[in-house]
């Protein structure tokens, strides 16, 4: 079993900041790709980005490039989404995903193990 906690998420206003961090424990060993999805009232849960639980190969939904970064922890067993000029079409419970496949790495019914979510509200 693998257990995922998202933190970080908040209020913030057009243009600024946010941190989120997963942290992820149990049994982390067998976890190829770890991904951050986001979902907002009355829509598809989408793809922001995905890395290798061994922190390589950074992969970002196209229209988030150059905002979101995506990074591993590796000594403390952490996802985080660095988001910056963060705007209102952001708004959304953000979650913290894991599986232990390869290859397409942008669905999320393929990913296994889910966080609760963290709210990220962007106000204008």
């Known amino acids: 079993q693998v257990q995922l906690v998202e933190s970080g998420g908040g209020l913030v206003r057009t243009g600024g900041y946010l941190r989120l961090s997963c942290s992820a424990s149990?049994?982390?060993?067998?976890?190829?790709?770890m991904g951050w999805f986001r979902q907002a009232p009355g829509k598809e849960r989408e793809f922001v980005a995905a890395i290798t639980w061994g922190g390589g190969f950074p992969y970002y939904a196209d229209s988030l490039k150059g905002r979101f970064t995506i990074s591993r922890d590796i000594a403390n067993n952490t996802i985080d989404l660095q988001m910056n000029s963060l705007k209102p079409e952001d708004t959304a419970v953000y979650y913290c995903?894991?599986?232990?496949?390869?290859?397409?790495?942008?669905?999320?019914?393929?990913?296994?193990?889910w966080g609760h979510g963290t709210q990220v509200t962007v106000s204008s």
């Open positions: 995903a894991g599986r232990t496949s390869r290859g397409t790495y942008y669905i999320p019914g393929s990913y296994t193990y």
């Open positions: 149990g049994r982390t060993g067998s976890i190829y790709y």
